[in-house]
């Protein structure tokens, strides 16, 4: 038999436990290599010796020692978390929000831009202007930008190609390869909502749950879904598009087409057009309309507890569906949170049942407009981190 099959094994075997120790380091830090040891179930040769590759790599250092339990004072690792950086880009209808954040996922620089009515060209344009600005605003580092992760409000495909954005008005726009001709780093894509959802698992309001459903709330509706720890993607890519399930039939007109949809009725879109039936409030923004409302506006108010109806009563239909630990609302509607609380719970609780909501939590956003940003960035982040996923070593890159 040709040896190349155990040399393939034996270097995945030590890729896997190099990892291992990795996030053991970045979960747990500061510990040493005994703590590592006895977590992991490695031999101790095995363990002194990915440490020693690891902080060789920059990715761990040392840093002072611990108690000692008799013997001699243990030396503590710890997780470098400037080693390198990662770039996320929210694509929003109406603006770009792009970050620059170290390997822990702590934003160290930002950028947004507002935009309007732009075309796919004009769009991705702006896009990698925005990238090559957060580029030169990178602190030196032993691998500099490990990656770009992007949240495009659409249906993405596993190719990184968006079919569909209907709110930017994309169609079948390769976004992957446009951005790959211009920036020599891995480029992952992914859509808004299911960023979201991983950067609140993360960094977030959701650190804590195993199953969680992240509702998106800007100019449209997207939903990210966490099942037992791992963001679900559906068979082909393309779940949480929860913003165009019906909830009333035959009802307003919405933007994918159909008309019913939750979209129509419960994002920052539909309360500006609901808006601009009245008088005094037409061509106001969300945050004149949620001015207004603090000041005790009667129109303004009452367009909040609205829209917060309709929202429970979509969140009551993924409850149902997904029965969850939490649910967290997020995006800039998060903004008008004391508007709609109240109106949101009250329609949770009467459109399910008791045994539904058990245990269940609502909250808002932790990460307030940075959810996707963060959650994409967090992608480029473990696929720089994930070795074991690494056929071969990029330049530069650790195996």
């Given at each position: ?46 363990v002194?010796?990915l ?19 008799g ?5 503590m ?8 950086y ?6 929003g ?18 950028k ?17 202007a ?15 930008v ?12 596993t190719a ?18 446009i951005l ?14 299911n ?10 309001a959701?650190r ?5 459903i ?24 393309y ?6 399930t ?11 087409g ?7 009725y ?11 039936q ?10 004149d309309?949620?001015t207004?409302?603090?000041?005790g ?18 969140i ?25 609380r109240?109106p949101?719970?009250?329609?949770v ?8 909501r ?11 407009t940075?959810s996707?940003?963060?959650?994409v ?6 696929g ?6 690494r ?7 650790p195996?």
């Amino acid at each position: 038999m040709s040896k190349h099959p155990t040399t393939w094994n034996n270097q995945m075997i030590k890729r896997m436990n190099k990892e291992m120790v990795l996030n053991s380091v970045m979960e747990s830090a500061p510990l040493s290599r005994a703590d590592i040891v006895q977590q992991l179930g490695l031999n101790k040769g095995t363990v002194s010796s990915l440490v020693n590759e690891l902080i060789e790599e920059d990715l761990i250092h040392e840093s002072g020692t611990g108690e000692s339990s008799g013997g001699r004072r243990p030396v503590m690792l710890l997780f470098n978390e400037h080693a390198g950086y990662a770039i996320g880009i929210d694509i929003g209808v109406n603006y770009i929000l792009g970050v620059v954040t170290n390997l822990a996922g702590g934003i160290v620089h930002e950028k947004l831009k507002k935009t309007r009515d732009l075309s796919v060209h004009q769009l991705t344009s702006l896009v990698s202007a925005t990238i090559r600005y957060l580029m030169e605003q990178v602190p030196p580092s032993k691998y500099g930008v490990i990656g770009i992760g992007i949240g495009v409000p659409g249906i993405v495909d596993t190719a990184g190609k968006v079919l569909i954005a209907p709110n930017l008005k994309w169609q079948d726009v390769d976004l992957k390869r446009i951005l790959e001709k211009e920036f020599q780093c891995p480029i992952f894509i992914e859509n808004e909502a299911n960023a979201g959802a991983y950067g609140e698992k993360r960094f977030g309001a959701g650190r804590n749950s195993h199953s969680m459903i992240y509702v998106s709330i800007g100019i449209g509706i997207g939903s990210g879904v966490i099942l037992n720890d791992e963001l679900y993607r559906g068979s082909n890519g393309y779940s949480g598009e929860n913003g165009h399930t019906t909830i009333i039939v035959d009802g307003k007109e919405c933007t994918c087409g159909s008309r019913g949809c939750w979209e129509a009725y419960s994002s920052e879109f539909a309360l500006l057009q609901s808006a601009e039936q009245h008088e005094h409030l037409a061509g106001a923004s969300l945050e004149d309309l949620i001015t207004l409302a603090d000041a005790g506006n009667p129109a303004a108010l009452e367009l909040f507890q609205t829209l917060g109806t309709y929202i429970g009563i979509g969140i009551a239909n993924l409850i149902k569906t997904y029965n969850p630990e939490q649910v967290i609302i997020g995006n800039r509607i998060r903004q008008a949170e004391h508007l709609i609380r109240n109106p949101i719970m009250e329609a949770v609780h009467s459109s399910s049942l008791p045994f539904q909501r058990a245990g269940l939590q609502i909250n808002f956003s932790e990460l307030s407009t940075y959810s996707a940003a963060a959650g994409v960035s967090a992608f480029a982040i473990e696929g720089f981190l994930k070795f074991s996923q690494r056929p071969l070593a990029g330049p530069g890159f650790p195996v």
